[in-house]
């Protein structure tokens, strides 16, 4: 029999449409991709409505437009199409996943303020020390907001860096980024999609540190990679050199914290701790005991990484490169640039679920940082991820979504409210749009 919540079989061994004697697989499938003579067929995922269980057809019964026949088979057989679907079987998802919801009191009440008009056209949004916020704008300076003081305050003047020569790729824009450390002293000022960007002492008058060169090849189809963490009683930032190669300053001084000298080898040969990889947008864990990078390899396929800035800052100057703590968390074809945040210090939570840009459902799936295992799949967020240690936030048309990230469910939202960054220091989430710097607690 079949359990009608759960679908999972609960009966006795049997003979069934796929031939073979076995437990019944939750999903069910047409019978055009069981046929022996047809190999490789192509095929999509019919979602049932109950969480992420889905049975799969083959195209032609898709596009029919009547009523899919359906047979029970046995796991094998589907865990082979699951298999195949890995190599482009797997065409797309029908029909909507099933969300639990668990409402929980949501205090929806935003703070809203709005901007002196000595402020100008803003670019982006970081923390501040404290409470403040600090804003990039179009007239190249940083300015912090202090809206409980109603104050403002110019702290960096000359920041921007014009790259004239920029060709996009696919429409990306140049677009400056602004990045702070923990506490709101060292900031930097990047080109996503470029190739420059500086990094300033906010603690002495916006003071440049460090001048940062991303290199050539490549630059205009990924995020300037770059993020602050902090090591052993100072601020470091970590940032891409090259397409395929990262290092670390200390944000203070400049002094670079991870000198590699490569071993000497034939002409056409590559080095040893050679890595095949484009470098995208950075994320660190609060502790700073982990970094995320989102990105990618030929062909091109997204690989979403992680691994511990502690061995690579004090045991393995290459861990960045081969380290044991380097580990890809999943793969998906075309598809990179996508949200991603830490969860608590542990765990990476990575939009879309799938292995290729045609075929991704929206959700997430989480990984252990220390593994690379997943522990957790999660339909529904689509947007901007944000995340404390016990609830993950997601941007949506509607305004922002509260997810447990360990049981699935949804237990809340804030209508209308679509933050872009996350100030951890003081407890909010914030945005700014149309001169109105709007805040929400996370509580």
Known sequence: MRDRDSRRYVGAVRTL???????????????????????????????????????????????????????EVCEGCVGRLNEEAEDGSFTGWRGQPGIEERPEAVDRTVLSWRLPAGVGSVLDLAAGAGGSWLVLTEAGEIVELEPEDDRHTVVATGVLIAEPDYESYSGLPLTP???????????????????????????????????????????????????????????????????????????????????RTPDEVAEGERPPHYLDYFHGRLHVSPDSRWLADDGWVWAPVGVPAVWSLERWLNGNVWESEDGPSWLPLCERAYRWD?????????????????????????????????????????????????????????????????????????????????????????????????GVLHRWPTG
């Open 338 to 434: 996508a949200p991603m945040c830490f969860v608590g210090d542990d765990r990476v939570a990575v939009s879309g679920i799938g292995s290729d840009d045609i075929a991704l459902l929206d959700g997430i799936r989480i990984f252990h940082a220390a593994t690379g295992t997943e522990v957790g799949t999660i339909a529904g967020p689509a947007g901007a991820l944000f995340a404390d240690r016990s609830r993950l936030y997601a941007t949506a048309a509607g305004g922002l979504e509260i997810w447990d990230p360990v049981t699935g469910h949804r237990t809340g939202s804030v209508p209308g409210f679509v933050p872009t960054c996350h100030h951890r220091g003081a407890g909010q989430l914030g945005g700014v749009r149309d």
């Open 177 to 259: 980024r602004l990045h702070t450390s923990a506490g709101g002293r060292f900031a930097a000022v990047v080109n996503d999609y470029g190739r420059h960007g500086r990094v300033v002492d906010l603690g002495r008058s916006g003071a440049t540190t460090l001048l940062l060169d991303s290199g050539t090849y490549r630059t205009n189809l990924v995020p300037f990679s770059l993020v602050f963490a902090e090591h052993a009683s100072r601020t470091v930032v970590v940032h891409r050199t090259d397409w395929n190669h990262l290092d670390v300053h200390d944000a203070a001084s400049g002094q670079l914290l991870t000198a």
């Open 17 to 71: 449409a796929c031939r073979h004697v076995a437990h019944e697989s939750p999903s069910r499938v047409c019978p055009h991709l069981m046929d022996p003579a047809r190999h490789d067929v192509s095929h999509v995922r019919l979602l049932t409505g109950r969480l992420l269980e889905y049975d799969l057809a083959c195209e032609q019964c898709d596009a029919a437009g009547s009523p899919i026949t359906l047979v």
